[in-house]
């Protein structure tokens, strides 16, 4: 699997580039569109990935359940003591700058790198702790799904002797093919590009 990630990621750049080379505008399906479920995913998508995901409800799915809609996604932890709050803050921001009809399709999907700590229950607590609504989606998964992801995304992550994590402050934006249209780093700036590029799939 590890190796199928990587090869996407290297033939990334040659597909756009032969796309930019025929004068032909990259495939963006509309948003929310409806896709056969067993319709051929890009070799840009990252629902390419296989691995099973828990939710704070305890459900389990694949990434590519979001599928037909657009994503704003981002890696956290639960126990963090400044920099994931102030993330959800953000998301927040970037959230209440979507016209309407973006707002109530987009998905709001929060990924968890701390494998041991964040339980189902853990994320629950830290839902309710930030009020976030059913609009959001909290996910746990093992140590390989969330290597493979975070490499996909340039995420990184190192944690510490008191169990806390330096990492990136990274929010992606993936349209409804699951391919990464935009990426915001860095916590409390302008987020209206962002916010354009989750309404861009609309148009």
């Known amino acids: ?32 569109a409806v896709i056969a479920p067993d319709a051929p995913l890009s070799g840009r998508s990252i629902y390419q990935l296989d691995s099973i995901w828990t939710n704070d409800a305890g459900r389990v799915s694949r990434l590519a359940a979001l599928r037909g809609r657009p994503v704003i996604l981002a890696m956290f932890f639960s126990h963090c003591e400044y920099a994931c709050p102030v993330l959800v803050q953000d998301l927040h921001r970037l959230r209440a700058q979507l ?8 998905a709001i999907v929060l990924v968890s790198f701390d494998t041991v700590r964040d339980t189902p229950a853990a994320l629950r607590a830290f839902r309710e702790r930030m009020s976030l609504d059913a609009g959001w989606t909290l996910l746990r998964g093992e ?18 002797a008191r169990g806390q994590f330096a990492h990136s402050n990274l929010i992606t934006i993936l349209n409804a093919e699951g391919e990464i249209v935009h990426q915001h780093a860095g916590l409390q700036g302008d987020i209206s590009e962002a916010a354009r590029a989750v309404a861009l799939p609309l148009h």
């Open 1 to 32: 699997m590890k190796l199928l990630v990587t090869a996407l990621l290297l033939l990334a750049p040659l597909l756009r580039a032969a796309e930019s080379a025929s004068g032909a505008p990259p495939a963006m399906p509309p948003c929310c």
């Open 99 to 106: 016209p309407e009809a973006v707002r109530e399709r987009a």
């Open 143 to 160: 140590t390989d799904a969330v290597e493979d992801l975070a490499m996909l995304l340039g995420v990184k992550f190192k944690q510490d």
